[in-house]
């Protein structure tokens, strides 16, 4: 049975590619990573990309000045290398609407926090856990959820909760949910390449 192709959007680090990247040269892994863009061309999940052989673009705002453009290249790219799920993870930008109208639902975004509570416009990288931590929760943990055309508001597929500990910095509860992230972004990718259905709710 062919593998599920999948496309990845990054920006910067790129562990989360790096955790999809091991997680599809598993023995029972029965998806793998096709294509990776990036609007940045100096990042290190970029070239992770590049040394491991996977096709790969820089594609931006310099490289594609209209973002009816830009779309457009990101949208062919992954059409291109036969993409059948795309993952947004740690993309900074919002997926233009061709893009999505082509692999929509198929298109997942990994989110450092229990969404509904801490998502939105301004809350990326240490902000979530900022408000986090100021929330007095205690736990918290990654989510991976539908795109949809605005900031974390899909369906929530899947999360893992993990503590959040009373002598937390930002640091240290980024680096335990982003180690959560690993484990869990895979395990999504692997269920939906296996053919489980996922259940959305599609109430408002
Ligand atoms: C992760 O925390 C992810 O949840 C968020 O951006 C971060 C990306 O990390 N969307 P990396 O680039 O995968 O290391």
Same mark, same amino acid.
């Given at each position: ?12 680090n790129?562990?989360n590619?790096r955790?999809?990247?091991?997680a599809?040269?598993?023995p029972?892994?029965?998806?793998e990573?096709?294509a990776?863009?990036s ?17 790969t ?6 490289t ?10 990101i949208?062919?790219?992954?059409v ?6 795309v ?6 930008k919002?997926?233009g609407?061709?893009t999505?109208k082509?692999?929509?639902p198929?298109?997942?975004n990994?989110?450092p926090?229990?969404l509904?509570r801490?998502?939105g ?8 856990h900022?408000a986090?931590?100021d929330?007095? &929760? ?5 989510s991976?959820?539908?795109?949809? &055309? ?37 395990l ?8 489980h259905h996922?259940?959305? &709710?599609?109430?408002?």
């Amino acid at each position: 049975m062919p593998k599920l192709r999948v496309g990845v959007l990054v920006s910067h680090n790129g562990s989360n590619l790096r955790a999809l990247h091991r997680a599809a040269a598993e023995p029972a892994a029965r998806f793998e990573v096709v294509a990776v863009i990036s609007n940045n061309s100096g990042s290190p999940g970029l070239a992770y990309a590049r040394e491991h052989r996977i096709a790969t673009r820089h594609l931006s705002g310099k490289t594609h000045p209209g973002p009816d453009q830009l779309d457009e290249a990101i949208r062919a790219m992954f059409v291109e290398h036969s993409v059948e799920l795309v993952v947004t993870a740690g993309y900074m930008k919002k997926l233009g609407p061709r893009t999505r109208k082509q692999f929509a639902p198929n298109i997942l975004n990994i989110h450092p926090a229990l969404l509904p509570r801490f998502g939105g416009p301004g809350m990326y990288a240490n902000h979530v856990h900022q408000a986090v931590l100021d929330s007095g &929760d205690t736990v918290s943990g990654p989510s991976v959820h539908i795109v949809d &055309d605005e900031y974390d508001t899909g369906a929530v597929i899947a999360q893992l909760e993990v503590p959040v500990l009373a002598a937390d910095t930002v640091d240290t509860l980024a680096a335990r949910v982003l180690t959560a992230e690993h484990t869990l972004l895979p395990l999504v990718v692997q269920q939906i390449a296996t053919g489980h259905h996922l259940y959305l &709710d599609s109430r408002p």
